[in-house]
């Protein structure tokens, strides 16, 4: 390993870990919480490994001051969670479920007693079932009752919080749901998918403008799961096929949320998704553009990207592929996704490469005009138990460390980048791999709901209380 200088951090940065209501809480059928498309999507057979569920998770819920003892233990300055739509409006509109709303009390005031800065995320993927059987993200009426849900909930809450992201990845909800299938309610239709894309970011300026006439003055922002598209070879097919994926997965939420349209070149080539485009409106534009106060990014890995027919000649440079097959999302903008032979990839299959990060933070820096936060990174490990009953994840200190190490080289180019939130703060849910892939800093055994500190946890505490990284060898 090459030799690693020690880093710091500017002054007054925010160091924190994440989760999402439906992978941590469990309590699922209690206290009047309301299904979500979540719940319904588990049990459809063949959806999630194994068959699990969200019944349990963490057990989160019931944990909870267990779970604030640990985060001060850790050392955190910040609590990235998310509130479930379904445990405040078990309907997804309607009488508010008033035993929700206190538990999401208690743990704000928890964290703040523990001087932790909660950051609460309004919408990480449940969404009320009643609301996904009328047609959920398919509706613009959906939209609406997150603007009453997001009024709700900053009454309740919005004296005492630190920060307010509206929605977590709305291209997994969009894409990932409505095109993909993999992802609740598991449909695949590239117009429902558009159609879907367009109400959630009415959704987030529903929220905005709700989270501005409430009490408190916390910042509001988004978290997307932007990515940093390379094309595989300089040859123009290649370029081409990289800018559609980039037009999809980055301008097509970066160009309505700061330019306040969509980009020209994928209005043109989604023209045939119908009812994609049919559902804008007049006045939508200006209102998803809206001022924020920051951008949360969500970063994992890269994306290379070839012309399906540029296949042969990729692995030729030393990337393997698969052509996309006719009628999936690759077939749609005609590309391939591509990886390194022989590179290093996570529990996931998922390419390392911290590079990625520095390169997609500095774009931001010099595109978007707010403050940006890493809400989510981190790798999922082959964790296990040792005989003394310690977790020692080194592969996972080598993850953090290099993509810490990136984002301050971003700061040093000039993104104006304030906190960064490692994914996850224990093992959890993780939607259709169920509970067989574990991103946490904290080892959750699942049939006790025991919490173990792995090695990668008391490392993250020590970057934290120096505000920075050691060197390493």
Not at 321 to 339: I, K, Q, V
Not at 348 to 368: F, H, K, Y
Not at 412 to 431: K, P, T, V
Request: hydrophobic residues 40%.
């Amino acid at each position: 390993m090459t030799e690693q200088e020690p880093i710091s951090f500017p002054d007054g940065f925010l160091w924190g870990t994440a989760t999402a209501s439906f992978q941590v809480e469990g309590a699922a059928h209690e206290d009047g919480r309301g299904q979500s498309i979540w719940d319904r999507f588990c049990r459809e057979p063949g959806r999630v490994l194994h068959g699990d569920t969200g019944d349990v998770a963490c057990d989160h819920y019931h944990r909870m001051e267990a779970d604030l003892e640990l985060m001060s233990e850790l050392g955190l300055r910040a609590y990235r969670f998310s509130i479930a739509w379904p445990r405040v409006l078990p309907e997804g509109r309607g009488a508010v479920n008033q035993a929700g709303l206190d538990f999401y009390r208690r743990l704000v005031d928890g964290l703040r007693a523990r001087d932790i800065l909660p950051v609460a995320t309004l919408y990480h993927w449940d969404l009320p079932d009643t609301l996904g059987q009328a047609g959920g993200w398919l509706q613009r009426d959906t939209a609406e009752a997150f603007g009453d849900y997001t009024a709700a909930v900053v009454e309740a809450l919005g004296e005492g919080m630190g920060m307010w992201i509206t929605l977590n990845e709305p291209w997994c909800s969009a894409w990932l749901g409505y095109a993909i299938g993999v992802h609740a309610p598991g449909r695949t239709d590239m117009g429902e998918a558009l159609a879907a894309h367009h109400h959630l970011l009415l959704a987030h300026a529903r929220a905005v403008a709700a989270l501005r006439s409430g009490p408190g003055n916390a910042p509001v922002g988004i978290t997307l799961n932007l990515g940093a598209v390379r094309a595989a070879s300089d040859h123009p097919d290649d370029l081409a096929a990289a800018r559609r994926i980039d037009g999809n997965h980055n301008r097509i939420f970066l160009d309505p949320l700061f330019a306040g349209h969509y980009p020209d070149d994928m209005v043109e080539w989604m023209g045939d998704w119908r009812p994609g485009l049919s559902v804008i409106s007049e006045g939508d534009a200006a209102a998803i553009a809206a001022p924020i106060d920051f951008l949360g990014v969500n970063y994992y890995s890269p994306a290379t990207v070839a012309a399906p027919e540029r296949a042969l000649a990729s692995a030729a440079e030393g990337l393997v592929g698969l052509a996309p097959e006719p009628g999936t999302f690759g077939d749609a903008y005609r590309a391939t996704m591509l990886s390194r032979l022989g590179a290093p990839t996570t529990a996931m299959g998922w390419e390392i490469d911290s590079s990625g990060l520095q390169e997609l933070l500095t774009r931001l820096g010099a595109e978007v005009p707010v403050p940006l936060y890493v809400t989510e990174n981190g790798a999922a490990c082959e964790d296990y138990r040792n005989c003394d009953g310690e977790v020692v994840d080194t592969e996972r200190i080598d993850y953090l460390d290099a993509h810490l190490r990136a984002a301050r080289a971003a700061i040093d180019a000039g993104a104006d980048l304030r906190g960064y939130f490692a994914w996850s703060l224990m093992d959890n849910f993780e939607w259709s791999y169920g509970y067989s892939k574990r991103f946490g800093l904290v080892y959750v055994d699942y049939p006790t709901g025991e919490r173990v500190p792995k090695a990668s946890a008391r490392w993250y505490k020590e970057v934290i209380g120096r505000n920075g990284l050691a060197g390493r060898s």
